[in-house]
């Protein structure tokens, strides 16, 4: 099965620009995860989809962040402006359940420097 | 809160080393353990998953255990190899995201 799908898989912005991140998870999984990991750092949940509804997006920054999921499939997440301490790897991630019970797939993630 | 920790943050061995990374979280009240693997600048990918019931789990060379009431895993390497060299994480979910902890940077040298 394919797993799953992000581009572009890096991305250099000035301070001030806007970047749009794409997400394509494994087929039929209902939750999709959009991760931050600052280099030595653990990732960090920035926001949860369950089908195309929201479930947590309490440690999204929304004065600059924001994601949707159209259709319950493909997600999007935009920051605009950038800042440069959002220079980070951004994770995506899908899961078939809820609650964290079953297992997570990651994709190959999309590095952004902000200059 | 959840919180997870891991030690060593780094470890370099001589290639053929058996070696074991730790992971310990505060909270024992956990579905699962994940361990992941992550090379420099890439994603991650799932190594084992162990279910809260279960007390160990093993996939090739890596052997992972789970001890819930202490709060502590462990991912035993068995015979490492330089293509063993990368981060390893460990999470544990919090209703519904993982919490990760901050890895174990290991380098296998031949």
């Known amino acids: 099965e394919a797993g799953v799908a992000q581009s572009p898989r890096y991305k250099i912005i000035e301070k001030r620009q806007s970047v749009a991140f794409w997400c394509n998870p494994i087929s039929g999984h209902a939750t999709l995860y959009w991760y931050q990991q600052i280099l030595g750092q653990g990732p960090k949940l920035l926001i949860q989809?369950?089908?195309?509804?929201?479930?947590?997006d309490s440690q999204l920054p929304k004065d600059r962040f924001s994601a949707e999921r159209l259709k319950g499939v493909d997600s999007t997440l935009k920051i605009q402006p950038a800042k440069l301490e959002d220079s980070a790897v951004y994770l995506c991630?899908?899961?078939?359940?809820?609650?964290?019970?079953?297992?997570?797939?990651f994709g190959q993630g999309t590095r952004l420097t902000v200059v | 809160k959840q919180e997870v920790t891991q030690i060593p943050a780094a470890l370099s061995v001589p290639e053929g080393e058996n070696l074991v990374l730790n992971c310990s979280f505060t909270?024992?009240?956990?579905?699962?353990l994940q361990w992941f693997r992550q090379d420099p600048g890439k994603g991650l990918t799932s190594l084992l998953l162990?279910?809260?019931?279960?007390r160990e789990q093993t996939s090739g060379r890596l052997n992972a255990s789970l001890d819930k009431s202490s709060g502590r895993s462990t991912l035993y390497i068995a015979a490492s190899q330089p293509g063993d060299s990368a981060t390893y994480l460990c999470a544990v979910p919090n209703t519904d995201k993982l919490i990760f902890g901050t890895g174990t940077r290991l380098q296998v040298f031949p």
């Open positions: 989809f369950q089908n195309n509804g929201v479930v947590d």
């Open positions: 909270d024992s009240a956990i579905y699962n």
């Open positions: 162990i279910q809260s019931s279960q």
């Open positions: 991630a899908s899961s078939s359940g809820t609650g964290g019970e079953t297992e997570a797939f």
